[in-house]
């Protein structure tokens, strides 16, 4: 069985733009098997069909499969020519040996030119196998399915399908700027919004040398574990530690986490638009600490005029948790570490932060220039996938830092 047949679902609901996103998807595909034996993707009437060549491990394109966004489901695929002799022959010496309780054929003909109906191929097909090892036929949830999908020319079986995981193709939503702490909740969030079709520039605030390094190991790690589902990206690592001393010699310690913050989104809108991103995502959540209630949230946005998605806003830590644990980033935002928040930061942060206050506070700081500054002092790292390219560092100038 040397191809993949994939289905798509939501592309399919995209009218004239449908092609486009096909295109994409398609680009998207080719270029992670970079590295492996296959031959052609190509898209016949709805569904994809990826060509394998001899050497391709089915278990190394399955985990693959399992990342490129807008897939709705796969299934490892044989070929056989267009007659129910042919196809019923093929199923037959494919077929697992070990023994199915039922089974159940279900056909596929989205070429009406080939003139047997569905539901006759099904029952003559059906019958073959049957005779063949003896299973009963079930129609309601079958152990097995075997699928049969008639395309111009040629068939395709295979024998159930898995689930792909969902979303929009990559890079068919524009850019947005992800603010990936070493935590648990922004690699979601970043996941979530890469999901729906977004590519990711990674943004990432440290306070080396006040403290540890640990935290821009923690968003390297993340940035390359996030870049199976996007094959390129870039982490733009901003020294944070500097500014917070200064903020700390004129803000009131229950402030500071609200300023850090506006600071933090006044040097990612910058970010951004160096690199062409269209909004700001972060992994907040209404309520989950000091820095989430809905007045402190809504006197940090105002430090910028970009939009802020927060694709977890409404979720339970134990949702974001689950959903980081099939992610695979749990792991690696468990490592302890200190975050910058905390650095020049009292136990108990203003939880209900006025705006009148907070930019009274920041007019004794020459907020312009430290913005400058951090973006100058910023190092941007790039990760690509399948193929891993040398991370180079080097300062954000506008031309290197636009063609992810
Ligand atoms: P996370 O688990 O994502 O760190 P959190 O529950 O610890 O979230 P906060 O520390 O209040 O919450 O951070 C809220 C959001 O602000 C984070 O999800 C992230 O998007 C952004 N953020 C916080 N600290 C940093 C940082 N050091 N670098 C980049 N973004 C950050
Ligand atoms: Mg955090």
Partial sequence: MQSVIAHYQEIALKGKNRPWFLRRLIHNLEAVFEDLDVRKVRAPMGRIEIELG?????????????????????ARAGRADLDVEAIAAAILRDLPDEPVEAFRIMVRRPDKRFPIPSPVLEREIGARVQAARGWPVRLKHPPLVIWVEILPGEAFYYFGKEPGPGGMPSGTSGRVAVLLSGGIDSPVAAWRMMRRGCKAVFIHFHSYPFLSVTSQDKARELARLLTRYQLRSQLHLVPFGELQRRVTLSVPGPMRVVVYRRLMLRIAEAIAHRTRAHALVTGEVVGQVASQTLENMTVIAQATSLEILRPLVGMDKEEITDAAQRLGSYPISIVPDEDCCTLFTPRHPLTRARLDEVLAAEAALPIEEMVREALDRTAVERFAYPVVESTVASPPDVEAVTGI
């Fill in 54 to 74: 001899a050497e391709a491990s089915w278990a190394e394109i399955r985990a693959r499969l399992q990342r490129v966004f807008g897939l709705a489901n796969f």
